[in-house]
């Protein structure tokens, strides 16, 4: 067994009290966490270390959980750049529905490179598009996430109702209903981990009301529960989607979802953006989580999701990036901020703090996600993913509070990924893949995605 010490850092545990230590240790012993105190590490603990970290002018954090993301849109940035959701999607399913495995395995590395490099430890992956011959897409995501070092949620997604029968994607886009769900009990078996110390964890995730059958809706929930893994979607996203629900079963996108067994404690939506306050009672009640996407839902101009209220209800609420071809950024640390900065422009000043924001990104993910007893936190028996920001550089020094730099600031340079124990990111750099290969690996099949077309 092997112990490395984090040794006078700025410690926000982000546990049920909220604890901050000024000055605090922080020990890792294996793939846990051991120990977390006030001062300096005790000489003892020091003396058996493998490594001791010193921790001046450190930020420690939980490492970042993102909850909602699509890996493979890495290879599609920059398209339909002025284009609300609808129109954005008709423009891109023509690409998507070409890649394969080896284009998805390239997109997910280059994109869960630049989520661990700010900060991010948990990445939840909603993938949907499975072209006839595509090959094993969930197995390259899974291999991208292995090859890097972090904890990946990945999905197996599905979209089975095509233009002719009045959805959004093509028909060339879709799968049949039966197909879609044989795939997912496959993945399933294959690369679902239950453990408490799980690197790969799978859900069962069909698009979007848009996008899928009322039958697919069904049976994936029934499936999922008899398979004892959760349940992801799109939900409330649009004003388009709140139209189509209505013209098309007439009701509410989250009424609809209720209707086909979509609300519960082991279902996540993305956006949730136009919810009522009967619709946030509903999730409250029912322990729904939201993944939150603030930069997302800027871009494609779909709203402000209503944050602020859902946290008051009680509503779990994580922090997502979306895909990255709405979001091109696809970094998580800078998300803390723009949750904060949205929420005010919504609901005032004293709509999200700092660390609320905080909790958003870290424990508010776990809970979205189911495991809010094994990540989300800094503390003794939980998995060993920290993030450590240095806020004593040029962008920061001087600043009156640590956590105010990751939530109000520029994204604090990371000085360190810790996952399940080990480094992963160091000085801002990957420890396990190089970044100019991984960048020469994108364009590549980036290029090659654009020639299909």
Known sequence: MTRTVIDGAYVATVDGEGTELASGYVVIRD??????????????VIDGAREVIPGEGLLVTPGLVNTHHHLYQWLTRGYAQDSILFDWLV?????????????????????????????????????YVFPQGGGDIVGSIVDAAQTLGVRLHATRGSMDLGASDGGLPPDFAVETTAAALEASAAAVHRYD?????????????????FSVTADLLRESAALAR????????HGAETVEEEAFCRERFGMSPTDYLESVGWIGDDVWMAHCVHLSAGDIA???????GVAHCPSSNARLAAGIAPVRDMLRAGVPVGLGVDGAASNESGQLGTEVRAAVLAARLRDGADALSGRDALRVATMGGARVLGRQDEIGSVEPGKLADLALWRVDGVEHAGIADPVAALALGAMPPLARLIVQGETVVDDGELT????????????????????RL
């Not at 495995?101 to 993938?127: I, K, N, Q, Y």
């Not at 008899?226 to 979607?233: I, N």
């Open 31 to 44: 793939a846990r966490i051991e120990a977390v105190g006030a001062g300096r590490a005790p000489s003892e």
């Open 91 to 127: 423009s891109l399913y023509p690409a998507w529905s070409r890649i394969d495995a080896d284009l998805v395995g390239d997109g997910a590395l280059g994109a869960m490179a630049v989520l661990a490099r700010s900060g991010c430890s948990t990445v939840g992956d909603h993938h």
């Open 193 to 209: 981990d239950p453990s408490f110390d799980s690197m790969v964890r799978v859900a069962i995730a069909p698009c979007s009301p």
């Open 226 to 233: 008899d398979l004892g893994v959760r349940l992801h979607t």
């Open 282 to 288: 509903r999730f409250a009640a029912s322990g729904t």
């Open 432 to 451: 396990r893949a190089d970044s100019g290969d991984v960048a020469r690996r994108v364009a590549r099949a980036s290029a090659a995605l654009a020639e």
